[in-house]
């Protein structure tokens, strides 16, 4: 590798993010320095995406950067934190300048974008694998959990769901949709938008909250199981893009709303006695969020159309008889 | 993979570590909340482990878990600062349950015994790679830095040095050694002990601290560079165990104390005013720590024998003429 670690974490990343006044000490050091402000809790999260696995090999390299630290931003944003500050674990096998300029901006212009500050990381020979740690923080005591819902609270989703997968599917060659669909779906799985200010503004409003990262069935499964109730979605109600359909019918479409990962939406509890306040305070107009179901005493996730729970098959959901 | 990644993380780690008060939240959610201690700020390090790059491949499990945190602890030590929290990014090509348990107890036995608590991670299938995020604290304004020497301050470093290079090349078939050398210095490199109690009392006495990872020589260079000034080490006064120049002899044993890595032992400058209040409340045989040179203006990092600068060529380190 013709530059040192150093050089690299020096070059790339050192003053590409946030400057904050509550980093001490930065990168360059044996470790950095921060200040997490008074009342608050420190919130950590970490992720790891590895080549093949988490995004098909030659992806572009600002996405890799994008997603490395959009997936983190995305857990944050999952307990109502504010993000802070990120350190970068960075194994490669080679140490191509231009790989490396692209990857450094598309995760410096995402860290900007939510002012969080590149403090520290560590640079490697070896396989592919990008993991990034992300720091924050949250008043004392009102961090959201995926914990706190109860049975008869509303299940929301923020934007629309399924429309990653479809992305990855056309990045691999396994779909093919109409132009202005395809370059929205790809966009949606290269470029991910995790919704930090949402879950921020959803600290006092929800019951519990969760990132969907594995589906939105599954991941709303795990908020209810956590909670100790069952979540019911509503078929119809799943938000989807108008690309979506377009590129894969509504059936398919709806589907892949229910199962597709990627999307790094927010998907939230509210009690029945704040949804006015919640509705009034965050349009969902305007902040983007549609109600897809309720929790229930019943355990386990389930889909219901036309008053009939559906169930999936080799074939996809279906009526279940 | 038979396990998934929850139960994984679920099965090998969520009550091995430490159980800390400060932990209000750990695995099993989004992201974990911990509760730095008021007038401290949040101390934050990350390394990675690489097969055939830190360790060579079909290395002890334990020892890759117990140096996968070893190293991160050890750059905690560096700041003067206490280990909390660590979060754990594990990419592993299949899961192996023996690897993965005897891994588990290597890390978490160290994680035990500094009072860590192990607060979350992801675990992906790939190449073997280890990332750990250790985070601490350290009472505001009182962390150690690389860059607080100054001309005149003596430099110090811990233990004994070249050991764990001596070890990595007993392992790696590369360096024959009597039983009991090859024991000692093989335990050196597959499980160094990071100095974290030393470098937390060094707060108060030590200018400027540095981890030793890439070499004795290297590293007191960096800490100089970073305090804009030089480091002399002396030849004669480098701490060598019993068991290196049994293995080496002398002159190779001196080599390697230079410029051998991974020892993970603690290079720190005292100022003079420093010295006899260091001596007295941290007694050099309890503490285990040797003064090995000064820091002086003219820049770089010279080692000195008999009052001649050695250099070093092809066959080691040379009186320079």
């Not at 790339?12 to 001490?24: E, H, I, K, L, S």
């Not at 999952?78 to 231009?98: H, I, N, S, V, Y």
């Not at 008043?139 to 109860?150: D, K, N, Q, V």
Request: glycine share 12%; hydrophobic share 45%; charged share 20%.
């Amino acid at each position: 590798m013709p530059l040192s670690e150093f050089a690299l974490i020096e070059r790339y990343f050192r003053t590409r993010g946030a400057q904050r006044a509550d980093v001490r000490l930065g990168v360059g050091d044996d470790a950095a320095l921060l200040q997490v402000p008074p009342g608050c809790e420190l919130v950590a999260a970490t992720d790891t995406l590895v080549a093949g696995v988490h995004f098909p090999p030659g992806s572009p390299p600002a996405s890799i950067g994008h997603r490395a630290l959009a997936v983190n931003l995305s857990d944050l944003a999952a307990m109502g934190a504010r993000p802070a500050w990120a350190l970068l674990a960075l194994t490669l096998p080679e140490a191509d300048e231009a790989w490396l300029g692209e990857f450094a901006t598309g995760l410096s212009d995402l860290a900007r974008a939510h002012e969080v500050s590149l403090v520290g990381g560590d640079t490697t020979r070896g396989p592919l694998c990008i993991t990034v740690q992300l720091l924050g923080h949250v008043p004392a005591g009102e961090a959201l959990r995926r914990g706190g819902g109860r049975a008869g609270d509303v299940l929301f989703v923020s934007g629309t769901c399924g429309d990653a997968a479809a992305g990855l599917a056309i990045e691999q060659g396994q779909l093919a949709a109409p132009p202005d669909a395809r370059d929205y779906l790809r966009e949606r799985f290269l470029f991910p938008t995790p919704r930090v200010a949402l879950g921020e503004r959803l600290r006092g409003f929800a019951s519990a909250c969760i990132d969907v990262s594995d589906g939105l069935l599954a991941d709303a499964g795990k908020l209810a199981s956590a909670s100790h109730v069952g979540a019911e979605l509503a078929y119809a109600d799943l938000p989807l893009s108008e690309p979506l359909p377009a590129a894969l019918g509504e059936r398919r479409a709806r589907e892949l709303a229910l199962g597709g990962g990627d999307d790094y939406e927010l998907c939230f509890a509210v009690p029945p006695q704040n949804i006015a306040r919640l509705l009034a305070q965050l349009p969902p107009q305007e902040w983007r969020y549609t109600r897809i179901g309720v929790l229930r005493a019943a355990p386990g996730a389930v889909v219901v159309s036309d008053g009939t729970v559906m169930e999936f098959s080799h074939s996809g959901y279906e009526h279940f008889l």
